[in-house]
């Protein structure tokens, strides 16, 4: 994504003046620096977002970050976490029951990692 320019900036906020002009460039403003920000954090959805955003689709940008599609990914990601978690504590009770020479060194990061990853 291209750097938001003043140019663009002034055109997109002039083109798009409705209601309350301060509270609409305030916004705009906001929500460009927000999209820079997240670059490094970044998904489809995201890219879908700073493509529409420099486009001045902020209707579209806003269906494209539906909310509940976005619940739904984080719900599956939590779930991921848990069972991740599972994972290294059956690993970690594993690496005990071999109790092989260094097994408590071994052991303790999946534990730690375990009981990160469930809190």
């Not at 309350?20 to 959805?45: E, K, Y």
């Not at 486009?55 to 779930?79: F, M, T």
């Amino acid at each position: 994504m291209e750097p938001v320019t003043t140019t663009w900036l002034m055109t997109t906020l002039i083109g798009g003046f409705l209601g309350n002009r301060t509270t609409f460039v305030s916004n705009v403003i906001q929500l460009a620096q927000q999209l820079s920000q997240t670059t490094t954090l970044d998904s489809d959805r995201l890219q879908k977002a700073r493509a529409l955003f420099e486009e001045g689709k902020y209707q579209e940008l806003n269906k494209v970050l539906n909310e509940e599609d976005i619940d739904r990914n984080i719900a599956q990601y939590e779930e991921k976490g848990k069972i991740l978690a599972n994972e290294l504590t059956i690993k970690a009770q594993t690496t005990v029951l071999t109790k092989e020479k260094g097994w408590f060194e071994e052991k303790r990061p999946f534990k730690t990692h375990s009981i990160r990853s469930t809190c």
